[in-house]
């Protein structure tokens, strides 16, 4: 159980730092069609 535990917390922490990479991608995207 400690092992499999181990093995999501992992994998949850990777989509997240996927999904907070997309979201600033998305993010500077929106701001440079305001300033462009």
Do not use: T, V
Not at 3 to 29: A, P, S, V
């Amino acid at each position: 159980m400690g092992k499999l535990y181990l093995e999501k917390l992992r994998i949850n922490n990777q989509l997240g730092i996927i999904m907070g990479d997309y979201k600033l991608l998305k993010q500077n995207k929106i701001i440079k069609e305001m300033i462009g």
